[in-house]
């Protein structure tokens, strides 16, 4: 029981990784093509922090 619940923890953070490299993307078109990019700052910041904890579960 304790390995199942491993393995689906592992999905779910493999799963948390691929959206959040996928919302980083998007952050990185938009604040390229905004006029005021720091708008985009916090939130670009906010995801590779949250990325980069994660890769370290």
Known sequence: M???MIAL???EVFALKAAL???IARFEK???ADP???VWE???SASRNVLA???VV
């Open 21 to 23: 490299t996928d919302q």
């Open 30 to 32: 938009c604040m390229a």
């Open 42 to 44: 916090s939130a670009l």
């Open 9 to 11: 923890e592992s999905e």
């Open 2 to 4: 304790c390995r199942l």
């Open 53 to 55: 904890r994660l890769s």
């Open 36 to 38: 005021q990019p720091e």
